[in-house]
T-cell receptor
Framework: RKEVEQDPGPFNVPEGATVAFNCTYS??????FFWYRQDCRKEPKLLMS???SGNEDGRFTAQLNRASQYISLLIRDSKLSDSATYLC???????????FGQGTILTVHP | DGGITQSPKYLFRKEGQNVTLSCEQN?????TYWYRQDPGQGLRLIYY???????QKGDIAEGYSVSREKKESFPLTVTSAQKNPTAFYLC?????????????FGPGTRLTVT
């Protein structure tokens, strides 16, 4: 079983739609979680950190469910510019070691 | 503006040649990392360093070497011993080594070995 698993998609949604991605992690001792977005052939960029019960930043909401070992990302009112690959990241118990999921592809169309 | 720079953006080499990828950061971050990304896969950690003149192997260090002679610089050498060197290489840095610190990435170097 992979340490971090994501549905690769692709998710194709119209502008204005709400879309949610889930990500599961296998290391129950993981303490920190992040969502990154990666545009085609570019570097990953930090979207948001997810601590304790999750957090919200504008149209983006991240939730953490420790009991079921998953985190989610909700995007409301999707924009064309949200089209990207979204990477789920888990910080385990080893210093400096972040584990990246393979990414979920999102395409927002007019 | 602070940031991480990697050069070159694209690199082409013949099989059997060593090649060194540059990574420079002026964020005053203590920790720095090298990852590779292959199509359809997550990022995999090659090497990381917390302080000058010290570094640790990541999950896929075989065929790679690094140095950390100064805080700002963390070059990666892809040696001829690396069996599948063609990949997208990403350098990252963070304030410290704790997993709670966010990592920030440079623009990456696409290496093609033929």
């Amino acid at each position: 079983r992979k340490e971090v698993e994501q549905d690769p998609g692709p998710f194709n949604v119209p502008e204005g739609a709400t879309v949610a991605f889930n990500c599961t992690y296998s290391n129950s001792a993981s303490q920190s979680f992040f969502w990154y977005r990666q545009d085609c052939r570019k570097e990953p960029k930090l979207l948001m950190s997810v601590y304790s019960s999750g957090n919200e930043d504008g149209r983006f909401t991240a939730q953490l469910n420790r009991a079921s070992q998953y985190i989610s990302l909700l995007i409301r009112d999707s924009k064309l510019s949200d089209s990207a690959t979204y990477l789920c990241v888990s910080g385990g118990t080893s210093y400096g070691k972040l584990t990246f999921g393979q990414g979920t592809i999102l395409t927002v169309h007019p | 503006d602070g940031g991480i720079t990697q050069s070159p953006k694209y690199l082409f080499r013949k099989e059997g040649q060593n090649v060194t990828l540059s990574c420079e950061q002026n964020l005053n971050h203590d920790a720095t990392y090298w990852y590779r990304q292959d199509p359809g896969q997550g990022l995999r950690l090659i090497y990381y360093s917390q302080i000058v003149n010290d570094f640790q192997k990541g999950d896929i260090a075989e065929g790679y070497s690094v140095s950390r002679e100064k805080k700002e610089s963390f070059p990666l050498t892809v040696t001829s011993a690396q069996k599948n060197p063609t990949a997208f290489y990403l350098c990252a840095s963070s304030k410290g080594l704790a997993n709670s610190y966010e990592q920030y990435f440079g623009p990456g170097t696409r290496l093609t070995v033929t």
